[in-house]
């Protein structure tokens, strides 16, 4: 029981800390678009977008890009979304089956690095800085290559939230 409660504590103070930060840099930054994969990691990531929307009267469009399989009758981490960038019609089909589905486009499996290739598709020119909302530590190679793709693609500069 003692690890449940340890357990749920820290989940709260991981979406409180979510919440708030992500509160704050939305409401400096008021973005027109907000691109990610989900919200499953940063709970509270979607709560800011939904409490600063709904406070600020910001109308801010959510692109979610999907990032691995999923099946019909199962679970998909789209909540939130206005949009989501698919694989392929399969995925497309299946989404339809879900309640309330967001909007979607197919563009194949889209890595990072090729992002340069379907950027008309993916960004449409944006006269406003972006704000890229990662869980991923800049610090990680890996990480730090997703960042350096989306900053070449969108030529724009870039806020982090860690």
């Known amino acids: 029981m003692i690890l449940k409660k340890y357990s749920l504590e820290l989940f709260y103070k991981k979406y409180l800390t979510d919440f708030s930060n992500a509160y704050n840099i939305l409401k400096c930054t008021k973005p027109k678009v907000i691109y990610g994969l989900h919200f499953i990691s940063n709970p509270g990531l979607l709560s800011a977008i939904q ?8 109308s801010i469009e959510v692109l979610l890009m999907q990032h691995g399989f999923f099946q019909q009758g199962g679970f998909h981490d789209f909540a939130g979304a206005d949009y989501v960038i698919l694989w392929g019609n399969y995925h497309e089909e299946i989404l339809k089956t879900f309640k309330n589905p ?8 889209v890595k990072l690095s090729n992002l340069k290739i379907n950027q008309e598709t993916i960004i449409k020119s944006h006269k406003e800085d972006m704000v890229y909302i990662s869980s991923g530590d800049p610090r990680i190679e890996e990480n730090y290559e997703h960042l350096r793709s989306i900053i070449e693609v969108t030529n724009k500069k870039i806020l982090t939230y860690l």
């Open 51 to 58: 409490e600063i929307q709904k406070n600020e009267k910001l």
């Open 102 to 109: 967001p909007k979607t486009e197919v563009i194949g499996n």
